[in-house]
């Protein structure tokens, strides 16, 4: 009896011994795959809205070159970034993928190797890629001569759509109180006229995301380019003007006219953007603050939405009125890949007019390719028409430190919520700044 | 004998190794890892270099001057106390009711686990609409029975924001307290109550002497979990209020994906995670001396 168990047990082993043989043998093997040397490159992103649309373009794209683009999606975008910064780490990116986070991040990434130098694919063919761009999406792309972060100038990242971000108005609110829906204010003085007759029906003024700073950063940042100018709010990143500066003041008292105006939506200071989508698109507001993707999303929530689109108002005539915009998404190429050269040619094959006019279409963002602006709708082309006015921090060639953007983002919400004067935001401002400039030296 | 002894002790050791291994894999490195981090100053994104990167305590120097931190500190400590005391003593009383025999005791038993099993998010979101200013139902509720000078932007205002997130967090966490008690309830035997009430004793006096001091093994685990859970409370701020109006609904570890994800500032994360660590076992310690204590009086 023994015997037999030990004859078995032999058994056993033997023939587990050539299961796992066997396996180790077929895994090491060529597969069918390599076989037939199928090319295939791997694509990261964040964006969910537009997986179909990706799915669909990969499709064309194999058909067309015999190339399979695995399109892998990881969202919220928050997720995304850890898991971008977590592969980097281990080196694992994938060959194409998007970078989230300030221009900071996206420096250190390139520093770091991570990150190929598209400038010269950029520039081939007399600048032929290039040159079919919007050059406003590509710049926040690229790094300057001498530019503050020490990166070897060059173009880094190819945008994919573009956006900015300005104010919508609601054309039947406004007609209701007897403005012209045509004809939207194009003064801070008009604003709050208007604002006046709405409060006085019961209609919400602005609403937007500001729960989620970065907004509030936004719409602060215009203002402070529409008051002070361009080269005085770099001036004030660079520490060379104080936040103490009148003009700083004039910025964060807007905040305060609009609270004691009435002209912010009730709780705005911890809504976010889905909330106040929300509300813009079932006309419970006559203005939102908002970025160019809001007219997918705007058609999603009420397809019979009557709005339009407009600069925000000119508080000072000293300067033009200047708003955050550029490159939407934007994709790089991992610079530590096997296959760059195949993920350079995906890149420019995707941002060809046919496959923006068909990304334009599928998802209603603005292309990057400025050929492919055919088709669009009205409102669309409302977005696509300020271009020229945009600006974004990663074009500015410095950056604040990102403890004073809290302070000044969150004291703007204090303001907002009766806590704080502008005086003493801007005094609590310049303290943080001075501290980490302090820190820095 | 001695091969014997020999064979026995690396069997032994054999046996251990693979939990030793994943306790050193994922509790021992990972806590070391944070610690070195904690030591440097890194963004999360370029190559890792000790030697380059290292600024001893600077990371934890800066923590104890930072304002904000420590207040979203005792932010925290305030939901806690909310949940110590609010939460716990709502568990309590909702245990002993449904300790007794009463008719449909499951049924109560299952509503009142049934926040606990709710999505963090959802719950949050759901108590964000509740909230809100404009169409919250909160708001029709009051304007309708006439307190309509209580009407507010809940989480907007800074006197109430914190509260609302607050109750709503003792509101989810109630059932667990709940469960837990109502099984402590149940381990005392029937026949002290029997012979208490021989005695002629009150249901006051059988709670006093009867259930509190049963209880009290019960009642330290519950505030220690307690204490633990809600001062990591993320999930419902991050949902309703995002720590804000202004500061005032931020707790540590919203402060830690700040300084992690908005500022890429990872090695002053690191180190906002071992203070908090640390805190939470003082914490910790002071409550287990306590109950040591508790226990002998």
Redesign the interface.
């Known amino acids: 009896m023994k015997g037999l168990y030990k004859k078995f047990c032999l058994f056993f082993m033997l023939s587990l011994f050539t299961v796992f043989l066997s396996v180790f043998l077929v895994s090491c093997g060529p597969n069918a795959q390599n076989k037939k040397q199928v090319k295939s490159i791997k694509v990261w992103h964040w964006m969910s809205d537009r997986e179909n649309a990706f799915l669909e373009l990969a499709k064309r794209y194999e058909i067309e070159t015999g190339v399979r683009v695995n399109f892998e999606l990881y969202a919220p975008s928050d997720a995304y970034t850890q898991k971008v910064r977590a592969a980097a780490q281990t080196n694992t990116l994938p060959d194409i993928f998007g970078i989230l986070g300030e221009k900071r991040d996206f420096a250190s990434f390139v520093k770091s190797d991570y990150v190929y130098d598209l400038t010269e694919d950029m520039d081939g063919e007399n600048g032929a890629w290039k040159n079919k761009l919007f050059a406003k999406a590509l710049a926040v792309n690229e790094f300057e001569q001498a530019n503050s972060f020490g990166v070897k100038p060059g173009i880094y990242g190819v945008p994919i759509d573009v956006t900015n971000i300005q104010m919508l108005y609601n054309k039947d609110l406004l007609q209701a109180v007897g403005s012209d829906s045509s004809n939207p204010p194009k003064t801070w003085k008009d604003l709050i006229e208007i604002n006046r007759k709405l409060k006085a029906k019961g209609v919400q003024g602005l609403v937007s995301g500001w729960g989620e700073i970065w907004m509030i950063d936004c719409f602060a940042s215009n203002y402070a380019f529409n008051i002070m100018g361009k080269d005085k709010v770099l001036d004030t990143i660079r520490g060379e003007v104080s936040y103490n500066d009148p003009d700083w003041i004039k910025v964060f008292d807007l905040f305060r006219e609009m609270r004691d105006e009435g002209l912010l939506a009730s709780g705005i200071v911890t809504m976010v953007n889905k909330t106040a989508e929300q509300l813009f698109a079932n006309n419970r507001a006559a203005f939102a603050f908002n970025g160019s993707w809001c007219v997918n999303v705007y058609k999603g929530m009420n397809p019979d939405l009557n709005y339009g689109v407009m600069l925000p108002p000119q508080a000072s005539d000293r300067y033009p009125m200047t708003i955050w915009g550029g490159a939407g998404s934007s994709f790089m190429v991992n610079k530590q890949s096997k296959n760059i050269q195949e993920a350079v040619k995906f890149l420019k094959w995707i941002t060809e007019t046919d496959q923006q006019v068909y990304l334009s279409k599928e998802t209603q963002d603005l292309p990057s390719n400025k050929y492919s602006l055919k088709d669009i709708p009205m409102v669309l082309s409302q977005f696509a028409s300020a271009m020229d006015n945009t600006t974004h921090p990663n074009v500015w060639g410095a950056s604040e430190f990102p403890t004073v953007i809290e302070t000044f983002d969150k004291g703007i919400q204090s303001i907002i919520i009766g806590e704080k004067t502008p005086e003493q935001l801007a005094r609590e401002v310049q303290q943080v700044k001075e501290r980490e400039m302090a820190k820095k030296q | 004998m001695n091969n014997m002894r020999t064979k026995a002790v690396l069997q032994n050791y054999l046996f251990v190794l693979p939990a030793v291994l994943i306790f050193s894999i994922f509790y021992i490195y990972p806590f070391y890892k944070v610690f070195t981090l904690s030591l440097c100053q890194w ?6 270099d000790f030697a380059k990167n290292f600024i001893g305590l600077r990371n934890f120097i800066e923590l104890f001057q930072d304002k904000i931190w420590w207040g979203a500190m005792l932010q925290a400590g305030y939901i806690t106390l909310m949940a110590l005391t609010f939460q716990n003593v709502l568990a309590l009383m909702l245990a002993l009711a449904c300790d007794r025999d009463i008719k449909g005791g499951n049924i109560y038993r299952v509503i009142f686990y049934l926040p606990l099993v709710l999505s963090e998010v959802v719950v949050g979101l759901v108590w964000k609409w509740i909230y ?4 919250g139902l909160l708001n029709y509720w009051l304007q309708n029975v006439g307190l309509s000078n209580l009407v507010t ?1 809940w ?4 006197k109430t ?1 914190l509260t609302c997130v607050a109750v709503i967090h003792c509101w989810k966490g109630f059932g667990w307290g709940f469960i837990m008690l109502l099984a402590g309830l149940q381990t005392i035997p029937r026949q002290l109550y029997e012979a208490a009430k021989v005695d002629g004793a009150s249901s006051w006096q059988m709670f006093k002497s009867v259930t509190l001091p049963l209880m009290v093994p019960v009642f330290i685990l519950v505030s220690i979990l307690t204490v633990l859970g809600t001062m990591q409370v993320f999930v419902l701020i991050l949902s ?3 720590g ?4 005032h609904t931020e707790v540590p570890v919203t402060r830690i994906l ?1 300084s992690m ?5 990872f090695g002053y994360a690191c180190s906002q995670g071992v203070m908090f660590g640390a805190v939470l076992l003082a914490v910790s310690f002071v409550q287990i001396k306590l109950s040591k204590y508790m226990k002998q009086a």
């Open positions: 963004d999360g994104i370029a190559r890792f809100d200013g404009n169409y932007d989480l907007s205002n800074p924001a309703m209020t995002n804000g109006p202004g500061y700040a994800v908005d500022s890429s500032r």
